[in-house]
């Protein structure tokens, strides 16, 4: 009983013991469960506090950054040349998304600068293309571009040399009163053009000037209103203008020249129709001075279609062998009466090479004819006309004497063989020719006043020398004339010629 009791005893404080455990636990825990609870509280009322402070600062940089970004981004937007979608109210995401855009933009105007720098580069290449000089000038009269014909142009004019005029006033580049009333007239939005010469060291060159209102794009601004300067152009027609008046100068020449022999023809063939009991000797020397001025007339037309065959650009040339006697046999059958009528003699002198001479026959017969004419016709009587041939190089060929004018014909393609020439010398001991006259000699219809008025009487149609000018640079080569009043001339024909070898 009593050791029950005991057991009971220990059993009842073991459950105490227990009770008191769990509850000290229980304590326990509650006590370290409200602490957790209010550090938890205290954490979330302090991140809540820490995230409230940092969104306001964020705002507030964000608000900076918009403020420092913007103008910049807007300024970038204005160099560029578009529009950004910007404004006050755009947050971060939304600058970013515009600044996102400019590259792209970017991309689309380097694409166009190059594009304009290609068609910049173009214009250049064309305004170099082009022969005649180009002058570009802005609205407010400044060159913007000129090509290196405009330049040579200026050079001539200023007799220095121009290396470049771009951005200069052209009021500083065209000081001729003349062009710059061109150039105010197209600035006004008229086009303009007119003919003015050019003068300098006993040069002149006749311009026709052009000048075309440009607006900003470089169009023909001549029908709008908005322009922004002005396109010259300056084509020289000096050659232009030399070809017309030796044109209009050989047409009243012609018609002077035919109209004679056909007055004289006219009025002695009335006479002999009027007049029916003409004495014998009158009629004679009627029928005489109508077969003179015939055959007047006849030199005339037969010069003026080989000259028309020399200038012709069909004329081709056919090279073959030049036979010497047939020149000499052809020679002295053409100009025998005169040679009778006048004693002279013809001589030839000519190296053994020109038995090969290889060249056109035809055109160099022509030469011979006329040259050997002419000598005849104008050397004293009972002298000698000589003709020379020797072989010079190509260095011998001179030009400090009377030599033909050749600006409006093209040489023949003929090279020069050995670098050796033919050289023919036509020298007679007449009258000769005014130094004053020596440069015109080679003109169409122009004849030596004693050609007209000398004792011979003989007036030839005045286009022998200009026709053998032609018929020599066909050949490739040149003519050229030595003389001294009273004393004589001598006429050199410097040809290309197939010569052997020496």
Known sequence: MFRSSSAFEQHHKAVIT?????????????????????????????TFVSIRLLKKSLIRSEDALLHNITPAVEQTFHELGTEGAIDRSTNVDGLSKVIRSIPPQVERIVGSYHQDH??????????????????????????????????????FKSNRPVRSIVGMPIENVLTKADLLDVVARASTGTSSERQIAFARDNITRLVHVRAVPLDANGHDASQRPSRSGVLLTMRDVTSLASANQVKTDFVANASHELRTPIATIQSAAETLGSIENLP????????????????????????????????????????????????RHRL?????????????????????????????????????????????????????????????????????????????????????????????????????????????????FYQVDSARTGATGDRGSGLGLAIVKHAVRTLGGRVRAESVWKQGTRMIVELPSALPPA
């Open 280 to 327: 014998p000797e009158t009629r004679a020397r009627m029928v005489n001075v109508i077969q003179a001025h015939a055959g007047r007339l006849e030199e005339i037309v037969r010069d003026l279609l080989d000259l028309s065959k020399l200038e012709s650009p069909q004329l081709r040339v056919a090279l073959g062998p030049f036979d010497l006697d047939e020149m």
């Open 332 to 444: 002295h059958t053409l100009l025998e009466p005169r040679l009778l009528a006048r004693h002279i003699t013809l001589e030839y002198e000519f190296a053994p090479e020109f038995e090969s001479l290889h060249t056109d026959p035809m055109l160099l017969m022509l030469v011979m004819k006329n040259l050997v004419e002419n000598a005849v016709k104008f050397a004293h009587k009972e002298t000698a006309v000589r003709v020379v041939g020797h072989v010079g190089s190509k260095s011998d060929i001179t030009h400090d004497r009377v030599t033909e004018s050749m600006d409006n014909i093209a040489p023949a393609p003929i090279p020069y063989p050995n670098g050796r020439t033919a050289i023919i010398e036509v020298i007679d001991s007449g009258i000769g020719i005014p130094i004053d006259q020596q440069q015109r000699i080679f003109e169409r």
């Open 18 to 46: 227990s009770i008191c455990l769990i509850a000290l636990l229980a304590v326990i825990l509650s006590v370290v469960g409200t602490a957790v609870w209010l550090v938890l509280i205290f954490l979330s009322c302090t």
């Open 118 to 155: 290609a068609s910049v580069t173009r214009l250049n290449i064309m305004f170099e293309a082009i022969n005649e000089p180009i002058v570009a000038i802005d609205s407010s009269g400044i060159v913007t571009n000129a090509n290196e014909a405009a330049l040579a142009f200026l050079a």
